[in-house]
């Protein structure tokens, strides 16, 4: 059994009376390690499928299951704990709370969780322990990704999910983000989902889902991924 399935999963969003089919039977796997992207147009239901697969957001039908147990089936109570504990999500604009500084940012995540690692040492895995002190407005927008990093990974997730993890960064500070994700992946095995618009870094990856009007049209393995320093866009 892979590590993550999803089987013919659809979702629909109801506008006044039209229907909007934002997810229509996405089939895809992932195995433990992988460092996965789901690339798409605009509006392709890339955001729509990463919030199913993170418990966020619940399919009309379908199987959604990580790690053998079935997300799509989970009460309430059991898709908090799956949120809380197995899931680390990772924003396009941060999503850190002004008023805390960089490390209390992330142990406020540490106290939902209960495995959670030391929030200093997430920040020094990150290159951040010299700002831990500081709040997010004085960091810049790649600084404050790293500690969105940190944050999601504090907590020892099953799944590292990334909704255009560098749609606001420059390309420099896009490539030292893109760097940290695919070293929690190879040095740490940890499992990475990446949302981008962006085909570029595409070469990246282990395996490419690709979406298009709420339909999976493709899903392509490569066998030799390219480091992100000789990624270019
Ligand atoms: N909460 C929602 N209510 C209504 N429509 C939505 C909602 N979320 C997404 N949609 C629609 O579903 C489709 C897919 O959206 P989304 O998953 O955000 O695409 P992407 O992330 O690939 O840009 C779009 O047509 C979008 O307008
Ligand atoms: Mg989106």
């Not at 399919?59 to 680390?88: K, N, Q």
């Not at 992330?106 to 929030?119: C, G, N, Q």
Request: charged share 25%.
């Amino acid at each position: 059994m892979p590590f993550v399935l999803l089987n013919d999963v659809c979702k629909e969003y109801r506008r006044d009376a039209v229907g909007v089919r934002a997810a229509h039977k996405v089939s895809f796997t992932i195995e433990r390690g992988e460092l996965v992207m789901i690339v798409g147009p605009s509006g392709a239901g890339k955001t729509t499928v990463l919030n199913l697969l993170g418990g966020m957001d619940r399919c009309d039908s379908g199987e959604i299951i990580v790690d053998g147990v079935h997300v799509d089936a989970m009460s309430r109570r059991a898709l908090t704990r799956y949120r809380r504990e197995d899931i680390g999500f990772v924003f396009q604009f941060y999503n850190l709370v002004q008023n805390l500084t960089a490390v209390e940012n992330i142990e406020l995540a540490t106290e939902i969780s209960k495995r959670a690692a030391s929030p200093m040492k997430m920040l020094q895995k990150v290159g951040m322990a010299d700002r831990a002190d500081h709040f997010p407005a004085q960091l810049s927008g790649g600084e404050q990704q790293r500690v969105s990093i940190a944050r999601a990974l504090c907590k020892k997730p099953k799944l590292l999910l990334c909704d255009e993890p560098t749609g606001a960064l420059d390309f420099q500070t896009g490539q030292v983000v893109l760097r940290l994700l695919q070293q929690c992946c190879r040095e740490d095995g940890m499992t990475v989902v990446i949302i981008t618009h962006n085909r570029a870094l595409i070469p990246m990856a282990d395996r490419v889902i690709e979406l298009s009007g709420g339909k999976v049209t493709s899903v392509t393995m490569q066998k030799n991924p390219l480091p992100v320093s000789e990624i270019k866009w």
